[in-house]
């Protein structure tokens, strides 16, 4: 495995978010220096600070061990989509910018027949629009189910708990921007 560079990870995540080296390190109980020096690659942390970290950044913890291989390009040819997420999760996630470095995200989400992104509702620091492509969608956010499909659009604010499931026998594609970035 080549070098991951994790606190190079930490530091633009963390800039990502505006969020200053000292408000992180009071959030994760760490002194600033040291957190400086993780951020800076000096200092190795710890799996339980990285899940702090993690926690407090509001992004998984797998994403400060993924090989970074996005480009510096600007187009992203077809077929040529970073995939996002975990390995073996039903719904595909498929980054449409050529990296994750900009201040927003664009991706497509590709959900299986009877699927769903998850059991639970997640929020995320980032207001998010949606467009379906393909098929339909049921959309909770918060106590609420709306049912999208295709060319129907929606908004979702900033840290709204929701999920995507897809009731139907087709697959469903759904367009999706995300900013600032939090996948």
């Not at 600033?32 to 913890?61: C, D, G, R, Y």
């Not at 989509?81 to 390995?87: A, D, H, I, S, Y």
């Not at 991706?107 to 639970?120: F, L, Q, R, V, Y």
């Amino acid at each position: 495995m080549s070098d991951i560079n994790i606190g190079e990870k930490v530091r633009n995540i963390r800039m990502s978010k505006s969020i200053g080296l000292r408000e992180l390190a009071k959030e994760v109980n760490l002194s600033p220096s040291l957190l400086s020096q993780i951020e800076t690659e000096n200092v190795n942390p710890s799996i339980n600070t990285l899940k702090t970290i993690a926690k407090a950044l509001h992004v998984p913890l797998y994403i400060f061990f993924q090989e970074d291989t996005f480009t510096d390009e600007l187009i992203v040819r077809k077929g040529n989509n970073k995939t996002l997420g975990r390995p073996g999760e039903e719904v595909e996630y498929l980054l449409l910018t050529p990296n994750r470095r900009g201040q927003i995200e664009f991706c497509i989400m590709k959900i299986p027949p009877e699927k769903s992104s998850g059991d639970t509702a997640y929020g995320h620091d980032g207001e998010e629009t949606a467009y379906v492509l393909s098929g339909a969608v049921e959309v909770y956010l918060n106590e609420s189910q709306f049912m999208l499909e295709q060319g129907d659009a929606i908004l979702i604010p900033p840290l709204t708990p929701h999920r995507w499931v897809n009731p139907n026998q087709h697959p469903a594609e759904v367009i999706f921007a995300v900013t600032p970035p939090s996948f």
